[in-house]
Nanobody, 119 residues
Framework: QVHLVESGGGLVQPGGSLRLSCAAS????????MGWYRQAPGKQRELVAT???????IYADSVKGRFTISRDNAKNTVALQMNTLKPEDTAVYYC?????????????WGQGTQVTVSS
């Protein structure tokens, strides 16, 4: 079993910053991709940013230049630095990890953390 725990969400004014963190624990041989998705009310879950191990980060067009994803592979953690936040960034943010275990490769999700951008 693998668990992902997110932290760092909250309420911030437009133009402000937040940093989200996610830690994976459990039966992990290796993590391939690790990233962030978000879901706003009434909308589908969408990719925000993802970072393959040893690879190049991929960002949604809407966050390029404002958000930065980073990983600590030794600690199985991923972070999302969010700057110049906009009201349209308001959503529940989910961490996702593609985890390689002894006999399988599966996607695991965190429970989500609320980000609200409002004045």
């Amino acid at each position: 079993q693998v668990h992902l725990v997110e932290s760092g969400g909250g309420l911030v004014q437009p133009g402000g910053s937040l940093r989200l963190s996610c830690a994976a624990s459990g039966s992990i041989f290796r993590i391939n991709d690790m990233g962030w998705y978000r879901q706003a009310p009434g909308k589908q879950r969408e990719l925000v940013a993802t970072l393959p191990t040893g690879g190049i980060p991929i960002y949604a067009d809407s966050v390029k230049g404002r958000f930065t994803i980073s990983r600590d592979n030794a600690k199985n953690t991923v972070a999302l630095q969010m700057n110049t936040l906009k009201p349209e960034d308001t959503a529940v943010y989910y961490c996702k990890a593609a985890v390689v275990q002894t006999w399988s490769l599966d996607d695991y999700w965190g429970q989500g953390t609320q980000v609200t951008v409002s004045s």
